[in-house]
Structures are given as C-alpha cells and as structure tokens.
C-alpha cells in the first residue's frame, strides 16, 4: 500500500510539471502584416512589414531575435527563407515592434508565404510563431529596347528606345535617361502615362567618342500604381562605327523644277521633232539658262547627318560673290540624302566661272566641300534637213544632218533607231557611231529600218552623247508618210515621179520630131 501511494505522487508531480512547461511565460504573435507596394511587380522591391506583439499576460520580457519571411518547399520538405530581419531588440509584456522585411520576387503571380517570429525569454526558452501572408506579384517593371543601327564617333546620333508596360495599371511620369555614353542632344525623354499593356517608341541620341563595340545604359524612372517613384537600370551593347565626311557638291543649269537631271543639257530635238525627251523638262532648262538660274545639289554620302548647310557663290580665286550671295540649302542633311536649291545668278554676268561652295557643320567641325561652274552655254543636239523614204515592202531609208546647237563639245554620239511593235532596226545601218561635235558642228547621219506599213505611224530615233561629267539620252519620233504614198519615194514623190514623167515624155517627143525633120530634109 506503501508502494502504491508513492507512484501516485510521483506521477500527480509528473502531471504537475507537465501542465507548467505546456504554459510559456511569453506569449508572443504576428499581430498584422501589411505588403508595400500594394502592387508589387517582378524584380522590383517588395516590403512585408510584420507587427509582433508580446502578450500584457506574459509573465517574462522576450529578446526578439529574428522575423523571416519564408515560403514552402514542398517536393523538398522544408521551408526556404525569402528574407530576414535580425536582431531587433526586446519585448515587455503588452509591447508591440514593427518590423519591415525586404524582398524581390523574379516571378509574377500569387506567393503563398508565412511570417515566421522567433522570441527569447529571461530563462533563454525560445518560441517560434507563425503567420500566413499572401504576396501577388504583377508583371515586371517597364520593358525597354534600344536600337542604335547607325552610332558613329562623334557624331549625335539616334538611339531608339522602345518602352512597353507589361502591368494591369498605367505607369505615370516615365523617364529614360541615357547614362553612357553620356553626351547626345536628346538624353532624357518622359511619358506623361503609358497605358496598361501598350508599347511605345522614344527618340533619343548619343555621341560616342570610340568606334567599336560599347555599352549604352539607361536610367528607366516611373511611379507606380501605388504611387512610388521605382527606378531600374538597362544596359546593352551597340556597335559604332568611325565617321565618315563625304560630302558632294553637284552644279547644273536649272531645269526650272529644282530638279537635277542632266545637268544642264538641253533637250532641243524633241521640240523641233515633236518628239519626247529623257531629259526633264527640257525647254525649261533653256530657259532657266537664260535668266541665268542653276540648281546646286548637296549629297550626303557618309553615316552621319550634317548641319547648317549654306551654299556660298565664289570667284575661280575663291572670293565671295556678294551679287549672288549666301543661300540655305537645309539645317540638316541625313545620310543617304541630298537637297537642291536654285540660284540666280543673273547679278554675276560678267564673272565667267564661279565655284559653289557648300559649307557644313559634321560632328562639331566646321567643313567645306566645292564644284565649279562654267557659264558657258553647255552642248546640245538638233536634227535638221531630215529625208525620209518608205518603199512598199517597208523598207525605210533615213538621212538628216545632226547638229551640236550648243556652246561645248559633245563626244560619244550614237544616233540609232529605237525598235518598238511596228518599228525594226535593220542591217547596214541599225546605228550610226558619228563621235565629237564642236559647238556649231554637224554631222550627217543615216539610218536603215523596216516597218509595218499598214500600223506604223513614226519612227523612233534615240540619241546618245556625253557632256562635261554627264552622258545624255534623247528621244525623238520621225512622222511616217501616209501609207497611198509609200511608194519608194520620200512625202511628196509622188509629184516629183509625175513631173520626171512629164518631162521624159516631152524630150521623147522632141527628139522624135527633130529626127523626123531631118529625115524629110
């Protein structure tokens, strides 16, 4: 009985125990828990901010020695820590501490995660508690390309910057800023408000000092949906390329539509033949000529744009011709592009040969570049004294004379038949090779062809020759003659075979008569 009393003491102190251990002197919980932003997005920071609260019925203060912010690994059975925060003072009963745990989520979408405290108390009992918090992270922060294809030293040049908002809400007070390189005209441009889900392109410029491949990073700034400024960095690569200054200058006789066509050559025989010429406008060239009017083109054929670009009229010697004066050609020329301005130059008569100067600003050096310019009326061509025969079988036989109307020397003339539905070039004289012409010489040109005398209505005749730097094309159309008088003479043989008919009749009758005569005597 003896035996029996002291095991039920012993275990009423056993159960007594236990009851003691089961009732911590602290008594501590995640009171709240609040995430910052209210829209997170991926790869941007995300505060969880977590209230811990110590019990006004703990009967020991805590040390708290940690908050975490975990999230379940279940394939692998543990937990894994996303942040923590660490060693962030004492408790006593009834107190509260606000702590902020920092974190960057890579992945949008919903991250089920929990709250984990753990506490301290005087007799170094530790206890741990937990609470649950859902984080739903949005799509990252605004995506931004950049496109620099033609980056050249020196030169400011154009960077495009795609920027898309790939969020649920619209992005206000968006700013790009180019940080390296760190010169160009346009390194910052802002959007107002970049809508949910859109895309849109800003134009911005560099000016690289080393050719090569190198890095362009920007500064992306923006205000969130909850009304923070969020900043991140882009960075990528681009190539530039060395500068290239190759600027030409091209001088010709205005063809009166600010038109550099042929350089001033004059298209005389499609008027005179009624045909058409290659050339534009070709009796507006003469008369541009005239009143003394010649376009200047300026091309751009490097890889950067060039600025503020001024045509200057000059003397042979250089010297500026105050008559004609300074004329703006554009304030910016692209690569690739050219301009043309017209130029009076009626007020310069008596200078015979001026030199146009195109002065341009290229990467922040002033430059030069010049083409002369001679008064001198240019070459021209002109058919005259044209005999055209057609026989019955469609045989055409042509004859003209072809002159240099102009004030040069042409070289490299080809005068040939053009073959068109009705019209064939035929053997021995298909083209004819007639060489150089002075100004005021000529040459006599002849031609063979074959035609379809029942369709045909004109023959065309091409004519080729060169100029100065320019190699000219004219062509003109010759009227055939009405098919009843295709007979193997020319428009109007017809009379003429008659009147030799006549005449040949005539003589027979005279002879006749004088022989008779004689014989009578």
Known sequence: MAILTIVVLLLLTVFASGVAIGVPAARVAVSDATVTPATPTAGAPTTVTATVRLSGGSTSAVTLDRV??????????????????????????????????????????????????????????????????????????????????????????????????????????????????ETGERSVREIPVLAAGTTTTLNLSVQPRQPGQQQLTADISYLTPSGT?????????????????????RVSRSTGNNQNNAGGVAGGIGGILGGQSDLQAGGSQQDGAEQGEVDVTVSNFGNAPIDSVVVIPQTANGTIVTEIGRVIVDETLSPGTASTVTVDTAQAEQIGQLRFAAAYELAGERHTVSAKFNRQTPGAVDLTGVDLSVKSNGSVDLRSNLANTGGSEISGVVVQVVSSEYVTPEYPRRSYFVGTLGSSEFAPVELTASVDVQNATEVPVRIQYTVGADRVVETTTISLPPNDETDGTTPGGGEVGVILSVLLVGAVIVISGVFIMRRRE
């Open 68 to 181: 975490e912010l975990v999230s379940s690994d279940d394939d692998n059975f543990r937990d894994d820590v996303v942040a923590r925060a660490t060693d962030l003072g004492s408790l006593s009963a009834g107190e509260t501490l606000t702590v902020p745990i920092t974190a960057t989520f890579d992945t949008p979408g919903e991250h089920d995660l929990r709250i984990r405290a753990t506490v301290t108390d005087a007799d170094n009992d530790e206890t741990t508690v937990t609470r649950p918090i859902s984080v739903i992270v949005e799509q990252g922060v605004p995506q931004v390309s950049f496109d620099a294809p033609n980056a050249v030293v020196g030169a400011d040049s154009s960077v495009q910057a795609t920027v898309s908002n790939p969020t649920n809400a619209a992005l206000r007070n968006l700013s790009v800023r180019i940080m390296t390189p």
């Open 229 to 249: 400024v969020q900043t991140v960095d882009e960075t990528e690569l681009m190539r530039v390329k060395p500068l290239a200054n190759d600027v030409g200058v």
